[in-house]
């Protein structure tokens, strides 16, 4: 395709095509720090294609796809440019990846052990590890958490952090400016602005450690702990997998582990600085 | 382009070996794109391949593996439901049977064949089994009872798999009649409860479904199942068989487009054989379609191999008045 960029998040190289040069010029800047690959065999190809021959030109329109892809996939604006990237990488990782159990939570590491936070969207889990790691934990993914099939240590996928509406303020409060991508007014989330990691979260992208509290974050309502069930644990977490079906025994086996030995609990709070106040504290309680 | 470089890596699996990253990468983009990542995956030999791949192949035998244990419960589901035995057809036939063609292949629906005055019956059983409708679109239901050689998709409500319930191989107003009580009548049982088409047919099935019905989407694959399938049939008997369907020049032509792509050595290829393969190669190393006029062509003579001209001006004008566009 006429722009490319290849590179790589984790365990997994991806090739980016477009027909326009904004988006892959937008990856450039903020994935700088990441290893390049574009000498080594891609595991994932991502395409930015017009959604009709007039669409590259007028009203610019993007279909996204690759080697995996839906069908009906909603075309976005060329503004929306380096969004259409993100959603394609993760798209290709939901739908294809077969060497961890991938999770749709977001996760942090601290003392070599790994807090992992699932969720629906807008429950805050994103939002949480963007500040976390920002204050001393080592961000590992806001979208994606890796469990490896053999050994159940949570491997990192440190893609840029997609940070929406109210959240956008207070991380750019925290974060340098640098790190920081352009404000993508009016997506179908609304408000969204991405946020480079910090270097030690790309240099050590590669590490897995062993995961050691669940939790599960819900913002807006007075502060509460739960204590959630390991039945409750594993029927919401196979929801929160694109691939248990697709992994099948291995899967089960990954998850039941994990299940059976990572606490959980359901969090809910009213604001951020709470949300933070909450984690660190059921973090130093498990000694 | 990659559609040559994937029919190369297929017929001769060693080539690979000459590939560098970028090669690499746009092989398994079109192998991806033609659903013949996994059939690839069985063909090459790990040690030639760098380090970077074993895990992509890897990967792809696993998907392919489960497909066929997931084919194959299906088949299983539904001669439970129907309580005789099940003529498969397409992939979960080649798995079951244990065929080369059906090694790392793809399997999307279940496909089987019930003699045509058994459709009614066989509907309804599926469907208090949890099968339901999935075109709810009165005009396609309308069109699929009248005019096709299946009943519309059935999806399981339960397991998400979707059946296709033949009673021949090629839509009614096609100009060829396959004669599918031949097919029934022949049918090689493989267990108490499934059972699948003789070799010929096997191969009469597939030529019928590339080169007498379609457009050749998806093709390189559909074409790399007649190659397998051709191993194990007696020519004689083929061209035999093919006649009485009605297909004798379309397996004549599949037996040459096959040799020419994976086999080697072949019959010289006509002019039209020529352009079929320039369709079929329509792949590059992004895994796009390419030759877009070419393919459009295609699209249009799938049209009319598949009705007579009134009729198709009718369907495809009620198409488009429910918003089709075909590109």
Redesign the interface.
Do not use: F, N, Y
């Given at each position: 395709?006429r722009h490319q960029l290849s590179l790589k998040i984790g365990p997994a190289?991806f090739?980016i095509?477009s027909a326009w040069r904004e988006p892959i010029e937008l990856l450039t800047k903020l994935y700088a720090d990441y290893p390049q690959t574009s000498?080594?065999?891609?595991?994932f190809?991502v395409?930015l294609?017009p959604t009709s021959l007039l669409r590259r030109w007028v009203r610019p329109s993007i279909f996204i796809t690759?080697?995996?892809g839906l069908a009906d996939a909603a075309p976005m604006s060329l503004s929306h440019g380096l969004l259409a990237a993100e959603m394609g990488m993760n798209l290709q990782m939901a739908l294809?990846w077969?060497?961890h159990l991938l999770l749709h939570a977001s996760s942090v590491e601290k003392d070599g052990r790994a807090l992992v936070m699932t969720g629906e969207s807008g429950s805050g889990k994103s939002t949480l590890a963007a500040q976390l790691g920002e204050r001393g934990w080592r961000l590992m993914g806001d979208e994606f958490a890796l469990l490896d099939l053999v050994t159940g240590a949570v491997f990192p996928f440190p893609r840029l952090v997609s940070l929406k509406n109210g959240a956008i303020d207070v991380i750019a409060g925290e974060a340098p400016a640098e790190r920081m991508g352009p404000l993508l007014a009016g997506t179908a989330k609304g408000d969204i602005r991405h946020l480079a990691p910090r270097a030690d979260a790309v240099t050590r992208m590669e590490e897995g450690v062993r995961p050691a509290l669940l939790l599960f974050p819900r913002f807006g309502h007075a502060e509460a702990v739960r204590l959630v069930g390991q039945g409750e644990v594993f029927m919401r977490l196979t929801q929160a997998s694109t691939n248990y079906v697709?992994?099948?025994e291995a899967g089960f086996g990954a998850l039941t582990r994990f299940v059976q030995d990572v606490p959980a609990r359901a969090i809910d709070f009213p604001s951020g600085e709470a949300a933070i106040a909450l984690v660190e504290r059921l973090w130093e309680e498990l000694g | 382009m990659s559609g040559v470089a994937l029919v190369r890596a297929l017929r001769e699996p060693g080539t690979v070996a000459k590939l560098d990253?970028a090669g690499?990468?746009a092989l398994?983009?079109a192998a991806?794109?033609e659903r013949l990542i996994g059939t690839l995956a069985f063909r090459i030999d790990e040690a030639m391949t760098?380090a970077?791949?074993r895990?992509?192949l890897a990967?792809a035998r696993?998907?392919a593996d489960?497909e066929a244990?997931q084919a194959l419960w299906e088949a299983d589901r539904a001669a439970e439901a129907l309580g005789a035995p099940v003529l498969l057809l397409k992939g979960t036939a080649y798995v079951a049977a244990g065929l080369a063609a059906g090694e790392g292949r793809f399997i999307g629906d279940l496909d089987i064949l019930v003699p045509r005055q058994m459709m009614n019956q066989v509907e309804n059983i599926l469907n208090a089994a949890g099968w339901e409708w999935v075109k709810q679109d009165a005009y396609d239901d309308a069109y699929y009872r009248q005019w096709m050689h299946e009943l519309p998709p059935m999806i399981h409500r339960e397991r998400d798999r979707m059946i296709d319930v033949h009673h021949t191989i090629l839509p009614l107003t096609a100009r060829q009649r396959p004669d599918a009580e031949a097919m029934l009548m022949d049918a090689v049982s493989i267990t108490e409860r499934l059972s699948v088409l003789s070799p010929e047919d096997m191969v009469c099935h597939s030529v019928a479904h590339l080169l007498a019905d379609g457009d050749l989407a998806g093709g390189l694959r559909n074409l790399w199942d007649i190659h397998c399938l051709l191993d194990r049939v007696d020519a004689a008997r083929l061209a035999e068989r093919a006649k009485r369907h009605g297909i004798g020049k379309h397996v004549a032509q599949a037996q040459r487009l096959a040799a020419a792509l994976y086999g080697g050595q072949g019959a010289p290829l006509t002019l039209w054989d020529r352009v079929i393969v320039w369709r079929l190669l329509a792949r590059d190393g992004?895994?796009?379609e390419t030759r877009k006029l070419l393919r459009f062509g295609f699209y249009l003579r799938s049209h009319w191999l598949r009705m007579p001209p009134l009729m198709l001006a009718r369907h495809l004008f009620t198409k488009w008045r429910k918003g089709h566009r075909p590109i």
């Open positions: 395709m190289s090739r095509g000498d080594e065999v891609s595991d190809t395409r294609e690759g080697d995996h294809g077969r060497r697709a992994l099948g | 990253a690499w990468t398994i983009a991806r794109a760098p970077a791949v895990p992509i990967d696993v998907d489960r244990r992004w895994g796009r």
